[in-house]
Nanobody, 125 residues
Framework: QVQLVESGGGLVQAGDSLRLLCTVTASGRTFSAYAMGWFRQSPGKEREFVAGINWSGLDTYYADSVEGRFTISRVNAKNTVYLQMNSLKPEDTAVYYC????????????????WGQGTQVTVSL
C-alpha cells in the first residue's frame, strides 16, 4: 500500500505565495525510489502537469506556465515533496494533486501509479 497526502492549499490573493506539501507512506518501497510530480485540474479542464522531480532531487521539470514562479523539491528523509508557489495568478486556481511513479520523471498523468486526494488552491484578484 502506497499513500500520498497533500496539504497546504487555501485561498490567497494574486501575487501571494503558497507552499504545498505531499507526504508519502509506502509499505513495500522506499520514497527515495520514486519520481514525483505535481498536477492540477480545474472543473471542465484536463488534468495538466505542473512540476516533476526525479528520485535524487537533482533533476526538476516545470510546465511553461509555472516555470520561474514554482519550485518543486523533496526531502527523502522525511518522505515529503514540496511545491513552493510564488507570484500566484488566478489562472493557477485548481485542485493540485501529488503523484508518484517508478522510473524516470514524466509529464503525462497516465504514467503515474500513485495519487493523492488533492488539495484546493484558489487565487483571487
Amino acid at each position: 500500500q502506497v499513500q500520498l497526502v497533500e496539504s497546504g492549499g487555501g485561498l490567497v490573493q494574486a501575487g501571494d505565495s503558497l507552499r504545498l506539501l505531499c507526504t508519502v507512506t509506502a509499505s513495500g518501497r522506499t520514497f527515495s525510489a520514486y519520481a514525483m510530480g505535481w498536477f492540477r485540474q480545474s472543473p471542465g479542464k484536463e488534468r495538466e502537469f505542473v512540476a516533476g522531480i526525479n528520485w535524487s532531487g537533482l533533476d526538476t521539470y516545470y510546465a511553461d506556465s509555472v516555470e520561474g514562479r514554482f519550485t518543486i523539491s523533496r526531502v527523502n528523509a522525511k518522505n515529503t515533496v514540496y511545491l513552493q508557489m510564488n507570484s500566484l495568478k488566478p489562472e493557477d486556481t485548481a485542485v493540485y494533486y501529488c503523484a508518484g511513479k517508478s522510473g524516470p520523471v514524466r509529464d503525462v498523468s497516465l504514467d503515474y501509479r500513485y495519487w493523492g486526494q488533492g488539495t484546493q488552491v484558489t487565487v483571487s484578484l
